[in-house]
Structure formats: C-alpha cells, structure tokens
C-alpha cells in the first residue's frame, strides 16, 4: 500500500516500443533479401506513400469504433464517394491539371480534396444519423445496417457515374520521379506521404493538445465517466464520425490519384485492407492504425517484389502472424 | 419426430412451406422449363445454404462473411475433380472427399482464430479471409480456371440425354436432369431437417445461450468459443455440401457463381427478410428473394424503359435492372429496421410491434 | 433545512432485473448523508440511478426542485453533481492534470482551488504530468474525488470511497470530506466501512433489497449497538 508519504517515484509506464520499431526492423530485414539498393529505396518510398494513404482512410474507422464501439462495415463507401466527387471538380477543369505548374496543379487538387471531404463527412452525418443511430450498441443490427449501407451507397454511385472505370489522371507536375543517384522517387508519392503525415500529426496534436482531442480519448477508455464529468459524448462522437467519414473521402481522392482511376467498387477492396490494418492494430488505437498501414503496405510492396504470387495473400499471412502474436491487435485499447 | 419438436407455430407459415414443399416437389413434372427449373433449383440450394448461415447468424449471433468462401470451396471441388478426373463417380466422391475436410479445417481455423473474442472481430477476419480467398480463386488459374471457372460434364446418369422413365409410361418424361433436380432436392431437404434438428438439440440451446449473454454462458461453465466454433464448421459442412449440389446442377464452378460478394449479401438478405434465427425463414426467404430476383428484374427493365421513353432523368439509371441491388441493399436496411425478426418472426407474433 | 436531493418511489431495472423496488429518502442541503447497506442492497444502483447512468423505471426525482429522472447524465452532471464511482473510473491514459482539466468543465483550472485540493492530496501534486494508470489505487481515489471537487459542485455523489485503502489515506479521505462539506458541498456517500461513516456522516440511511430500511441521525445509530447489528449485521469485533 502507498501512503501520503510514499516516494517521489511512480512505477514507470513499460514503454511498448516494439510495435513501432516494426516496421524499420521489417525494412532493414528486407535490404538484404531484394539486394538492389536503389530497388529497395524505390520499394521503401512506395510502401510509405501507399501505408500513408491507407492510414488516412483507415484512421476515422478505428476511432469510431473505439470512442462508441460502432464498426462501420459501410467505411469504403465515404472511401469512393470521396473519388467520384474529385472528378466532379478535376474533370471539368482539366486544362488547369494538365498544365505544367506545380501551383496551378495544386490550385485545383485542394478544392478538390476539400470539396471530397466535405461530401463525405457530410455523408457521414446522414449514415450516423439514419443508419447507427437507430441501432446504437446493437452490434448485430449494427453491421447488417452499415452492411446495407455499402450496398446503397455503391449502387447509388454506379446509377449516377455509369458502371464504366473513370480515369482521373495524375496532374502533369505530379508526374514522373526525383532521381537522386540511381534512385527514383515517384514525386506524387513524396506527396501522398506528405500529406499522410500531416493528418497524422494533425490527428495526434489534436488528441494530445486539445480538450476535444483529450475527450476522445477519456471517451474511448470510459464513455460513462466523460458524461458523467457532463459532457454530451453523443454529440463528440457525431462529429469524430464526420470528420472520419472525411478523412475517408481524402483517402479517396488520393488513391483514386495513385490509381489514377475511379470506380464503384474500389470501396469495396479498400474496406478489407482497411479492417486488416484496424485489426493489426488494435481496434481504437490510432497509433496501431498508423503502425498497422505501413506494415500492411510494406508487405504488399516487398512482397511483391520478391514473390509476386503471395501478394495476393500477404496481408492475411500478416494479420495471422500479428494476431498469434498479439491476439488483440499491436496496442489493445485498454478497456475492452 | 422430423421436426424436431419445432413446428412452424403459425397456421399460415405452416400453410406457406407446405406449398412451397408442393410445389418444389413437382416443379419438373409441371413446369419442365429451363428456367423453372434453374428457379427450383436454386430456391432448393439456398434454402439449405440460408439455413446453414441461419445457424451462425440467427442462433449465435455471429456474422461472417466467409460463407460464399465454403460455398465456393464446395462448388470447385467437385467441379476441379470432375474436370480433371472425368465424368465419373469416383471423381464426385473425390470432390467430396477434398472439399467437405477442406471447409472444416478452414472453419475451425477461422473460428479457433477470431471468435475468441468479439462478434465484430470475427465479422471482420472473415470479411478478410473471404476476400483473399475470392482473389485466389480468380488468380490461380491453373487450377480454378481463374475468371473463367471451370466448366465440367456429369456422369451419364445424371445427363439430360439419359432417360430412365420414358415419356409413354406415366405421361411425364424422367431423365438425368430430373434425377439430379430430385437428389438436390431430397439433399437440401435432409439438410434443412438436419440443421432444425442441432439448433433443437441441448447444443442448440447453448448456442442461444450463448446470443443472449456470452458472459452468464461462459460463467455457467460452457466453452463458449468450443460451441461457436463447432458451430461454424457445421455451417461449413452444410455450406460446402450446398456448393457442390450448385456445381452439379450448372456443371460449372466460377467465381461468380459461388464465391462472389454477392452472393454473401444475397444470403444475408433473405436471413433477414425470411426470420433469422428460425431456420423455417430461410426457406420463405429464399423462395421470395428468388422469385423475386428472376421475375422482378424484368419488370424494372420494363420500368426502366418505360422512363427512359417518357424522357424522365435518372429514373432510367435506377430503374435499370442492373441496379437491382440498390432496392435490395433499401429492402434490407428497411427490413433490419423494420421487420427484424423477418417474416416467419411476423407470421409467429403479428401483434408484436417491430422492436 | 431544505432537502437538495429527494428520491420518491424509485424503481429501477437492469435488464430482466429489477434492482431498486421504490427508493424513497432526502439529501438535506449542506449535510453528509451516509448510504450504508450489505454488498447487493443497491446502494450503487440508487447512485448510478441519480446521475442518470441507469434510468428509474419509475418514480421521481428531484434535484434542488428540479425533476432529473428523465434527463441525461451530462445534464444532470451540469445542474452540479459530482459523481466519484465505486471504480473510480479515472482516465489511465491521461496525466492527473489532463484528468483535471477535463473535470473543470467551465474553464481553466482555477489554481487557488487547485491549492485546496493540493493540501489534503499532495500526492496528486507530485505526479501532475504522470500517467493516471501508473497511481496507487489510493492515489487514484484522490484523484478520481478530485476530479468531482475540482469545481464547486452542488451535490457530490461518492461511491465506497475507502474500499481497499490503507488506513493513513482513509484518515486522509475522511478529513478531506469533513474540508469539502465546510465549503458548503451536499454529500451523499455509500460506504462500508462504519468507522469511517461513523466519522463523516450527519444522517444515515440504511438500504436492503432495493429500498431504504432505516433512515435517522449518524449520531443515534453509532449509539446503538442492537440496531447495528439488526441492520447491517455487524458483529461486535467491528467495534474494537
């Protein structure tokens, strides 16, 4: 028992770093395997972008599900809509995206993006509210609604845009690589990895910094003391969804860049790998999230690269090595 | 007692499967069409795959998305043994003898694996795993035929070219084709009596047990991840065998046909619409999502023309029928709101308001 | 005396349980009233029920002669109560301080108050910017009461405070009571231990089986030997 008078010093905090070396452990261990320097950089850039671009889509599912415990099974759908809204704005005005200016080239992506996150975090409010509201802390009910949900939004999208893949090509300033010795970077991957970066330092200074951020995470360890403290989590878990929802949509847009394509049922191949990089790691953990895409990128690339016919598999044979590990995912939330 | 001391409980739900029984009894000898049979046939094959999926969904509580996965691993082994080994029954009973293991040990490993923990959890690994399986599948070509499928041909018996009762005889002709529609019949029948009889069976009750309150199960002394699990791989035998009925009667095996993602929310939908946990809800469900699936389509073709003609925007689109899963995917959503315990729930209490 | 909290008839269920079979008792304003009661009485339930965590299934409630039976936890936290659980339900992975700011609702954390505080839990001072997981359950009690006092609050709803603690922190705890009831708080307090009851309380009530079997001054029932052994069965080595 400690007492008033008890030492100065507190048990230190085991600090869990092994989850996060992971990756860097996973990409040293590859160097040597796919030999080429310059390949494996290549490879390494390419995991990043991609695992950036996942994070993005994936963080707004893993945080809805640990605030509330709602799982959207419909997340791929504010992935698509996002895509399709971009070409809304990018097709009409592709002279500006074909010129050769880095800043015209910017000048009509933001609006673009913002416009996709705006549609889809406002979809978001709209499935909230009609969709899991209705069903709250039902998980059953809950996933055939948000199951339904995916269905509709789909085949909503293929009425309006036609069943046909639309292409969306990459703005000319975006294209082509930096060579940098025998290394060549894509430039719209150090892009895509920019702004994977910035949400995810966004997402972490929000929940670190700000009274909101530290009420999402009191509210994903203990819904009933934060309203008991008086605080309405209804309303906070509202808009973690919308912007959620959001951050989906802009996940979207890029990998519809990266793809340089749209179709309808892109949300559908990205929702699985979205719920495989969720469950590695650990439902509600944004830091697993951000852990879990990378190392589910750096396994599609490297795997790839060295046994092009695993990669169809690969991210199972990653979740199943992850899960034997740690069966609750990387960083298990503590209270479930 | 065949029904296991489970009756319909409802005059007209008793009603209703005895004609649907009728009428899938006599279906060849009245309406010998192709299409009519395909109907029967495949109301047949799901009533029995729903009934499997209502034993996870309906009597666990559990939703898994992997259940096209044994579905397909049923279909192509029996077309992959045929195709490879001949038209013969030593190739159909080496299909069988692969494909029922091979859908268990996957089922035991899933639900070992990922029912240890939350419902959600397990939603999501099969969602997963039957993704991958699916890009399998359409990838290893040398083997599934990839896209394609593999197509393959029946022993003679079971050919349409085989007549075993001539026409002259009763009025009515009986070859290879009627055959195989009777021994599916018959198989989806045992099957369906089969399933009614585990969730009437003391295992049954645990598994409620288990719907209701995992804790106050798993307190009470029972294994609950055992008893899910066993579950599971029931519903794998039972999917798997309904699989290789299907790649019987198409004498085909692809991915459309029997792995699809549709195909999983086809089987989620008529769970819904015919009564989870009930088992009688999926017969009523697939006799009307298949009905309406086959007949339906062409009337919002017609509709869908019909708008295109009087020049209305976007109506065409929705109407088309290609679009039929948007009105499937607002049926269900509405449906899970609703009507949640379906149309046998509906039939059992119709005072009871929708929850 | 006004009463700031009065239960008429309560019924609560959880589930297919019903768990509080008509609750009726007052919280006399400024006063610390006792909840006593055997494991299983539904002393927590009664607690859980006021702050809106559960919701009665019939009967009212009153807060200073506002009804709160129908309304939502948040808003009942608003109309000022704090509310310590039994679990003490502190934020592990937030610092004492992130634990604290989020507590003080209406603003930033007032640093005389804070002071206050400070003075009856110094340890929550030395390990401002540790992790809340890494205390002491007794630190974690403190913090978890803190949490309820760190603005001033009407009515303190504190459940077992001194479960499972040392008894240097529970002279502590019990000090730190008598300190917050002269700053003009209400408190309504379950509690196990009689001592510390015996300690704290103005009037007592006595709970089994979902409703309230005795209802009277702290004083008197200290005093009576029989009736403690009628009511909470307490044998008599509990008073040596």
């Not at chain 1, 809304?88 to 074909?98: G, S």
């Not at chain 1, 913002?114 to 409010?125: E, I, R």
């Not at chain 1, 069903?135 to 046909?164: C, F, N, S």
Request: proline share 4%; with cysteine; glycine share 10%.
């Amino acid at each position: 028992m400690t007492d008033l008078a008890a030492t100065d010093a507190l048990p230190r905090p085991k600090r869990d770093l092994l989850p996060v070396l992971l990756p860097a452990i996973l990409a040293l261990a590859m160097l040597p395997l796919i030999g080429s320097g310059s390949s494996w950089m290549t490879l390494t850039v390419a995991s990043l972008a991609m695992g950036m671009m996942i994070f993005i889509m994936a963080s707004g599912l893993t945080l809805v599900f640990g605030l509330m415990d709602v799982l959207n099974f419909g997340h791929g759908a504010f992935i698509a809509v996002g895509a399709y809204v971009a070409t809304l704005v990018l097709l009409p005005l592709a002279p500006y995206v074909q010129a050769d200016s880095l800043l015209t080239n910017l000048a009509v992506l933001a609006p673009a993006a913002l416009a996709a996150m705006a549609v889809s975090g406002a979809l978001g409010l709209v499935v909230e509210r009609v969709l899991i509201l209705p069903v709250y802390g039902q998980h059953l009910k809950q996933i055939l609604m948000t199951t339904g949900g995916l269905i509709v939004a789909e085949q909503a999208l293929y009425a309006l845009w036609g069943p046909q893949i639309i292409p969306l090509p990459l703005p000319t300033s975006l294209r082509g690589s930096f060579i940098i010795g025998d290394v060549a970077i894509a430039k719209y991957r150090l892009l895509a990895m920019l702004v994977g970066l910035v949400v995810f330092c966004g997402i972490q200074l929000v929940l670190n910094r700000t009274k909101i951020g530290l009420l999402i995470r009191a509210g994903v360890e203990n819904r009933e003391m934060v309203e008991a403290l008086g605080y309405r989590i209804r309303r906070l878990f509202l808009g973690v969804f919308m912007v959620g929802s959001g951050l989906a949509g802009l996940g979207g847009v890029m990998w519809a860049l990266y793809r340089e394509q749209v179709h309808a049922s892109m949300g559908d191949d990205l929702t699985v790998l979205v719920f495989i990089v969720v469950i590695i790691g650990g439902l509600g953990s944004i830091g697993g999230c951000f852990i879990g895409a990378l190392l589910v990128a750096m396994v599609a690339n490297y795997g790839g690269f060295l046994v092009p016919k695993l990669a169809l598999v690969s991210n199972i044979l990653l979740m199943v090595a992850i899960l034997m590990w740690r069966p609750r995912g990387l960083y298990a939330v503590t209270s479930r | 007692m065949i029904l296991s001391g489970d009756p319909p409980r409802s005059r007209v739900l008793s009603i209703l499967l005895v004609v649907i029984i009728a009428a899938l009894a006599v279906t060849p000898l009245l309406f010998p069409g192709a299409k009519a049979m395909n109907v029967a046939t495949k109301i047949c094959i799901f009533a029995a795959l729903v009934a499997s999926y209502d034993l996870l969904l309906g009597y666990t509580g559990t939703v898994s998305f992997a259940h096209t996965m044994f579905y397909g691993i049923g279909s192509y082994s029996i077309a992959i043994a045929l195709y490879s080994m001949g038209p013969n029954w030593a190739a159909v009973a080496v299909g069988v003898a692969a494909g029922l293991p091979l859908a268990m040990l996957l089922a035991l490993a899933i639900g070992l694996f990922s029912l240890r923990v939350e419902a959600i959890f397990f939603a999501m690994i099969t969602l997963a795993v039957a993704s991958a399986f699916l890009v399998l599948a359409s990838q290893l070509s040398w083997l599934t035929g990839g896209e394609d499928g593999r197509s393959f041909q029946l022993p003679e018996l079971l050919r349409p070219g085989t007549i075993l009762i001539p026409q002259d005889w009763f009025g009515f002709a009986v070859n290879g084709r009627v055959l195989t529609y009777y021994l599916i019949f018959i198989a989806c029948a045992a099957m369906i009596l089969a399933l009614l009889r585990v969730v009437n069976s003391p295992f049954g009750r645990v598994l409620q047990a288990i719907r209701e309150n995992r804790f106050r199960a798993e307190a009470l002394g029972f294994r609950t991840v055992f008893h899910l699990t066993y579950a599971n791989c029931l519903a794998a035998l039972v999917a798997a065998s309904a699989g290789m009925l299907n790649a019987l009667w198409l004498r085909y095996a692809g991915p459309d046909t029997s792995l699809s993602f549709a195909i999983m929310l086809d089987i989620l939908l008529m769970v819904v619409i015919g009564g989870m946990g009930t088992i009688y809800g999926a017969i009523v469900g697939a006799v009307i999502f298949i009905l309406a699936q086959n007949y339906l389509q062409a009337l919002m073709g017609a509709a869908s023309n019909a708008a295109a003609d009087a020049g209305l925007p976007l109506l065409p689109g929705l109407l088309h029928p290609d679009r039929w899963l948007l009105w499937l995917g607002l049926l269900f959503i509405a449906s899970v709101y609703f009507f949640p315990t379906g149309v046998v729930g509906r039939l059992r209490n119709p005072s009871r308001k929708p929850a | 005396m006004t009463d700031l909290l009065t239960l008429a008839g309560v019924h609560t269920h959880v589930g297919r349980y019903h768990i509080l079979h008509g609750v009726d008792f007052s919280v006399p304003e400024g006063q610390t009233t006792m909840l006593l009661g055997r494991n299983g009485a539904g002393k927590t339930s009664t607690l859980r029920t006021i702050m809106g965590l559960w919701q009665a299934s019939a009967g009212q409630i009153s807060l200073d002669g506002q009804r709160i039976e129908a309304s939502a936890t948040p808003d009942i936290a608003r109309l000022g109560v704090g509310y310590v659980p039994e679990s003490m339900a502190v934020f592990s992975d937030l610092t004492v301080k992130e634990n604290l700011i989020l507590a003080a609702r209406d603003g930033p954390l007032d640093d005389a108050r804070l002071e206050w505080i400070f003075g009856f839990f110094p340890a929550l001072r030395r390990f401002w910017l540790s992790r809340a997981g890494a205390l002491s359950g007794g630190q974690k009690q403190m913090l978890s009461i803190a949490r309820a006092i760190v603005e001033p609050r009407k009515l303190l709803l504190i459940d077992e405070p001194t479960k499972g603690l040392a008894p240097a922190i529970v002279v502590a705890l019990i000090e730190c009571f008598a300190e917050i009831k002269r700053r003009g708080a209400t408190i309504l307090l379950v509690e196990q231990n009689f001592h510390a009851a015996q300690a704290i309380g103005d009037t007592v009530l006595v709970m089994d089986n979902g409703r309230i079997v005795h209802r009277g001054e702290m004083a008197a029932l200290a005093g009576d030997f029989a009736l403690q052994e009628k009511l909470l069965g307490l044998s008599l080595e509990t008073h040596q």
